[in-house]
């Protein structure tokens, strides 16, 4: 008879802890030398970023410290220590990745680590809350009538080079290639001559996602609507030397980009930089976006900004970095095919036959350049380029070189010769709402008022500012203790009465200009308020 086995764990050892006996062991190196320390620190403190911007004199020869620096000074001021090694003096800071296991054997003793650098540091704005409040203001605004809003965010790539690398060498190389035929550049970076450059101008249509809930809160647990920052990107290439970027060829690329998104749009909200293409104070870019507003048929246009410096916050900025990695290696052909030397080098041909052949190898280049951005994607939308030959006109509008002129510095006397422009001009003052850094154009219910008794608005986003007596201004809410400033959000200012139209601004309020009397237009500069009503109400 067989008996079952019978098994029994066996017995797990009891691993015995030994606590260290006191005074045992190589004593610590920081104990050892007590200096050592309060030495690394000093030092490292001394040289610091902002120590170095402080300095007024040649006291000190470094900006950040290295491990060789630091160990000839420790060994030169740390009495009885002979040696230390680099090693020894980097483990008393704080560890590089808190990520990585060796992060046990830095001490923490001296706060400071290798650096990596960064270029966030913005231009200081005193009202940078005051315009991004604004901003948001508009966008939720064209999220809730999001049906028949349409929300762009514009601005200009850095320029692309054509002879040389497209882009600069410091951008990384991503990609792979064959190990016989990898890539190599001449040691300079010198252009091939003025001029030899593709501008890129872009602009982003925010596009809410299907899954993104367009109600949401805010860090203040306040309702707020999500606006979308990401969405389809149209770029446009053309070289300045031939056709000029500038407020005309936005808005021509605008009226581009509304045949393709433009169905039953008819509020569109344009986030700009404000710059010299984009100034709300310039007479040429409201009559340009007033040409734009009168021949699209919008109720509303609106173009605002984050303000002088803010530039950063709009949106269309995350999408350079890797619009501009796909032209990392790449050299455009400055050159007709079979020539070697480019057009502006050549001698012996005339200024005609030197502009004919610049336009075919500028021509080449762009279409080359928009063939590498072909297929791109960005946040899962599609990147759209588009090529504008240097010998073709602008289009629908090509008279800014003369709109600029009369324009630029306006007087009565100018304008009684353009009796055309003096006609838009009064069009816009009847339709516009000028502030600090923003420029709304919108229907009237005015019964005299050709445009808008023929083309009523009806639109539901119109309906509300009516309902509304305008668009909101941002106010204070001062409900929440602290020194902290907050904005009312934009669903609390609509429930409020409209305030009248004015800047919470620091720095303008302490001009004291206000606002014209016969119209929405809102004064920044003593001259602009001269012009204003010289021009438009005499």
Known sequence: MSLP????????????????????????????????VLTVEEFVRGNGFKAHKKRR????????TSLKQLKKHVIENVSDLDTV????????????????????????????????KRNDVRKENMDGHYYASRVRYRLEFGTKFEDETLMLSADCMNKVNIGGLAVSRYHHLRRFFPAED?????????????????????????????????????????????????????????????????????????????????????????????????NTKSWTARLFLGRLFKRRNLDILCATTYGPGLSVFNTIEHLWSPLSNKLSALML????????????????????????KEALVFNAAMERCGGYWEDSSFDGFPVSTFTEPCNQMDTPWSDYAEVHNVLKAPTQKKLRDHPTLMAELKFISNHCGRRIGEFTLMKCRNLSCDHCTTNPPQGKAIASIFDHGGMPTPVVDRSF???????????????????????????????????????KYVFSLKQDQH???????R
């Open 182 to 278: 990898l890539p190599n550049f001449l040691d300079h970076d010198f252009p091939v001559s003025k001029g030899y450059k593709i501008t890129p101008s872009g602009y982003m249509v925010l596009s809410r996602k299907e899954s993104v809930n367009p109600i949401t809160c805010d860090k203040l647990g306040r309702t707020v609507f999500q606006f979308s920052r990401t969405g389809p990107e149209y770029i446009f290439n053309r070289v300045e030397s031939f056709r000029s970027v500038n407020i005309q060829s936005h808005v021509n690329n605008l009226d581009t980009i509304l045949n393709r998104e433009g169905n039953g749009k008819r509020v569109i909200i344009l986030c700009v930089d404000g710059g010299s293409d984009w």
């Open 85 to 116: 090694s680099e090693r020894t003096l980097h483990r008393l800071m704080d560890p590089p990745s808190e990520a990585r296991n060796t992060k046990n054997r830095y001490k923490g003793l001296v706060k400071a680590k290798l650096a990596k």
């Open 333 to 356: 052909p400055a050159c007709i095919p079979g020539e070697t030397v480019p057009p502006s080098a050549q001698t012996g041909i005339t200024e005609k036959a030197r502009l004919e």
């Open 57 to 64: 004199s040649a006291t000190g020869n470094t900006c950040g």
């Open 531 to 537: 012009q204003h009503m010289a021009i438009i109400h």
């Open 481 to 519: 203790p602290g020194p902290d400033v907050h904005y009312y959000t934009y669903m609390q200012a609509m429930q409020r009465p409209l305030q009248t139209p004015r800047e919470n601004m620091e720095k303008f309020s302490a001009l004291g200009l206000g606002r014209c009397s016969a119209c």
């Open 5 to 36: 086995l019978v098994c029994t764990p066996p017995k797990k050892k009891q691993r015995r802890v030994q606590e260290p006996r006191p005074n045992c062991g190589r004593k610590p190196f920081t104990e050892k030398f007590e200096q050592l």
